[in-house]
């Protein structure tokens, strides 16, 4: 059983770009869990799906970044018109259900804005 | 200031002496767990402490949960080389998102 499945795992862009980063749960999940790492700082929580559907997104910035989970393939999480500040690392977790369990980790995106 | 802070944020010991990290949240919880993040690469699950449990053991790792303190440690015994990381405490409140502290960078000295 494969884990959670992040690509690609370095991303590079210049300013005013378009970034896509891919999250394939672990086979059986269907909960989806996007966070962000700046440097030398905690996970700061983004956006939870399920299949089709955005349960809390209370963490995502309101403008430029967007988040989908179809019905097939893996999650998407888009940042268009990057800039400096969007240079983190991009967890993905998946659960096979909500509530309180763990949550399994993918080895993340690093995106540097140059 | 956000849920989940550890302390020390570094901690330096040699090799076969013990290690413990502290984590102190705000709210209620359902769970707490500890992930060892090492650097440059993805998080891994260390152990989950539910909130109506007290203490739980994985191997060389003892983790403690007092709710009326909003606190837990983590112990590494008999710590190795091979141990030297980040390590972050996370708390699940709301049954869905984790919210995560700032982590202590753990180095074991051979």
């Known amino acids: 059983n494969a884990g959670v499945m992040q690509n690609p795992r370095h991303l590079v862009r210049r300013r005013g770009q378009e970034a896509r980063l891919r999250c394939s749960p672990m086979?059986?999940?269907?909960?989806v869990y996007w966070y962000r790492q700046l440097p030398e700082e905690g996970l700061k929580f983004m956006v939870y799906?399920?299949?089709?559907?955005?349960?809390?997104e209370s963490g995502m910035p309101k403008e430029r970044f967007s988040a989908e989970f179809p019905k097939e393939g893996p999650s998407i999480l888009r940042i268009q018109q990057v800039v400096r500040g969007d240079s983190a690392a991009y967890f993905c977790?998946?659960?096979?259900?909500?509530?309180?369990?763990?949550?399994?980790f993918g080895p993340g995106t690093r995106l540097t804005v140059l | 200031s956000q849920q989940g802070e550890e302390d020390p944020q570094a901690l330096s010991i040699q090799e076969g002496e013990n290690a413990t990290m502290n984590c102190s949240y705000k709210?209620?919880?359902?769970?707490l767990q500890w992930y060892r993040q090492n650097s440059g690469r993805g998080l891994v699950h260390l152990i989950l402490?539910?909130?109506?449990?007290r203490e739980k053991h994985s191997g060389r790792l003892r983790v403690t949960l007092d709710t009326s303190k909003k606190s837990s440690s983590l112990l590494i015994t008999a710590s190795r080389a091979a141990d030297t990381a980040s390590y972050f405490c996370?708390?699940?409140?709301?049954?869905?998102?984790?919210?995560f502290g700032a982590g202590t960078i753990l180095r074991v000295k051979s």
């Open positions: 799906l399920q299949k089709e559907n955005i349960i809390d």
């Open positions: 086979k059986g999940h269907s909960h």
């Open positions: 402490i539910r909130s109506n449990e």
């Open positions: 977790a998946s659960s096979p259900t909500s509530g309180s369990n763990e949550q399994f």
């Open positions: 709210t209620s919880i359902n769970n």
């Open positions: 996370a708390t699940d409140a709301d049954g869905n998102k984790l919210v």
